[in-house]
Nanobody, 121 residues
Framework: QVQLVESGGGLVQAGGSLRLSCAAS????????MGWFRQAPGKERDVVAL????????YYADTVKGRFTISRDNAKNTVYLQMNSLKPEDTAVYYC??????????????WGQGTQVTVSS
């Protein structure tokens, strides 16, 4: 229903920073909750951060709380994930997702293609 295109992934050193961007199509972006998820090789997909349609409510996984910030600019149809103090265990494919409700994470049903984030030690 909504098309998502991610950018900003790459290779960084531990302790470094990276900002991911997700551009959404359509005129209804402002009605969607948005989220970032990640999946390491051989691991389950995990929620990283969620943000409500209006941006007032945010959720962070305990593993990234205090280091990552999710934000959105509805005028630009874009959601961001600012990642600071990166650790090797943050290495994963990161996916942008959209859903009709902020919670639960399993309700997100539109996905980007994924972007690789690699943090070297």
């Amino acid at each position: 229903q909504v098309q998502l295109v991610e950018s900003g992934g790459g290779l960084v050193q531990a302790g470094g920073s990276l900002r991911l961007s997700c551009a959404a199509s359509g005129r209804t972006f402002e009605s969607y909750a948005m989220g970032w998820f990640r999946q390491a090789p051989g691991k389950e997909r995990d929620v990283v951060a969620l943000i409500s349609a209006g941006g007032a409510s945010r959720y962070y996984a305990d593993t990234v709380k205090g280091r990552f910030t999710i934000s959105r600019d509805n005028a630009k149809n874009t959601v961001y994930l600012q990642m600071n103090s990166l650790k090797p265990e943050d290495t994963a494919v990161y996916y942008c997702a959209a859903g009709r409700n902020t919670w639960p994470p399993g309700g997100y049903d539109s996905w980007g293609q994924g972007t690789q984030v690699t943090v070297s030690s």
